[in-house]
């Protein structure tokens, strides 16, 4: 199951946070510089190692600030693990440089989670009774930080990854139902991903079937590569032995999507979705 809700750090309301603007303004000009000029650059283009650098003191000068009161506010740290993330995902460089990059983004994730200043203070904070805008936005943020989770991950870190992957989830396990189709997707494919490399947060089994039924409500928003991903992630959860409940359920609903988005399925897509479903059937999981 989750951990006890009452051994995590109180829940500070956003609202009530100040906002460091001089690194909300950093943290722009970074993801600025991946979006409109780093984004397109080969592997090894010298331009992206100078990135990789300012991204790496940047997470070291964010988490060293720790739990002062002065944080960028929650949208920027999200815009800045979505942009480090895509950045470990296409940069080669030096082992120790990625390494370094990855370590920074672990020290940058728990400091987030140690101090509750992203993902579970909206969620608290909605639970109070906010607008529910916040509630949707814990979407977006669980999934960025599990991307994020994922791409920091290496065999060393098996401990850290599932302490930083289980508080995620019991901080954002009140706001599944306002998961959009794309980050139930986002969280079945992290899930996947790490379950492979043996990781497995406690309350798994709990969190999938969660998310399995949310399906139905969202199946008409799942584009082909949500599907993919999906089908993707089911099948290394259960190859991995988690077999959550209402599983066939989850995984007819995202067949009949299939038909519907046959269309805009890509190459990538057709082999991610075809190889989960193979993996299913061996793993005796048979939809109708």
């Given at each position: 199951?989750?951990?006890?809700?009452?051994?995590?750090?109180?829940?500070?309301?956003?609202?009530?946070?100040?906002?460091?603007?001089?690194?909300?303004?950093?943290?722009?000009?970074?993801?600025?510089?991946?979006?409109?000029?780093?984004?397109?650059?080969?592997?090894?283009?010298?331009?992206?190692?100078?990135?990789?650098?300012?991204?790496?003191?940047?997470?070291?000068?964010?988490?060293?600030?720790?739990?002062?009161?002065?944080?960028?506010?929650?949208?920027?740290?999200?815009?800045?693990?979505?942009?480090?993330?895509?950045?470990?995902?296409?940069?080669?460089?030096?082992?120790?440089?990625?390494?370094?990059?990855?370590?920074?983004?672990?020290?940058?994730?728990?400091?987030?989670?140690?101090?509750?200043?992203?993902?579970?203070?909206?969620?608290?904070?909605?639970?109070?009774?906010?607008?529910?805008?916040?509630?949707?936005?814990?979407?977006?943020?669980?999934?960025?930080?599990?991307?994020?989770?994922v791409a920091a991950h290496s065999a060393d870190?098996?401990?850290?990854?599932?302490?930083?992957?289980?508080?995620?989830?019991?901080?954002?396990?009140?706001?599944?139902?306002?998961?959009?189709?794309?980050?139930?997707?986002?969280?079945?494919?992290?899930?996947?991903?790490?379950?492979?490399?043996?990781?497995?947060?406690?309350?798994?089994?709990?969190?999938?079937?969660?998310?399995?039924?949310?399906?139905?409500?969202?199946?008409?928003?799942?584009?082909?590569?949500?599907?993919?991903?999906?089908?993707?992630?089911?099948?290394?959860?259960?190859?991995?032995?988690?077999?959550?409940?209402?599983?066939?359920?989850?995984?007819?609903?995202?067949?009949?999507?299939?038909?519907?988005?046959?269309?805009?399925?890509?190459?990538q897509g057709i082999a991610n979705s075809l190889?989960?479903?193979?993996?299913?059937?061996?793993?005796?999981?048979?939809?109708?």
């Amino acid at each position: 199951m989750f951990p006890n809700r009452a051994a995590l750090p109180p829940v500070r309301p956003p609202a009530a946070m100040s906002t460091d603007k001089n690194l909300e303004r950093r943290i722009t000009d970074f993801t600025d510089k991946w979006q409109y000029e780093c984004r397109q650059l080969s592997n090894d283009h010298p331009r992206l190692r100078q990135l990789a650098q300012e991204g790496k003191e940047l997470l070291a000068t964010l988490s060293r600030k720790g739990g002062q009161e002065k944080q960028p506010a929650p949208h920027a740290l999200s815009e800045l693990l979505a942009t480090v993330t895509g950045l470990l995902g296409r940069f080669p460089g030096s082992r120790q440089t990625r390494e370094d990059l990855q370590q920074g983004m672990q020290n940058f994730l728990r400091m987030l989670m140690q101090h509750q200043v992203l993902v579970s203070g909206l969620s608290g904070a909605s639970a109070a009774g906010r607008d529910g805008e916040d509630r949707k936005k814990v979407g977006l943020y669980a999934e960025r930080f599990m991307r994020a989770v994922v791409a920091a991950h290496s065999a060393d870190r098996v401990s850290e990854s599932r302490e930083l992957c289980t508080t995620l989830l019991a901080s954002v396990q009140d706001s599944f139902s306002h998961f959009r189709a794309a980050n139930i997707a986002a969280i079945l494919w992290g899930l996947g991903k790490l379950a492979e490399r043996g990781v497995q947060p406690a309350g798994l089994e709990t969190v999938v079937t969660c998310l399995m039924n949310e399906i139905p409500e969202q199946v008409a928003y799942f584009k082909a590569q949500y599907i993919s991903n999906s089908l993707w992630g089911l099948a290394k959860l259960v190859r991995n032995q988690v077999r959550p409940d209402r599983l066939e359920e989850g995984l007819n609903e995202l067949l009949q999507q299939i038909s519907r988005q046959a269309g805009d399925f890509n190459a990538q897509g057709i082999a991610n979705s075809l190889w989960g479903l193979a993996q299913l059937a061996e793993d005796q999981v048979q939809p109708d």
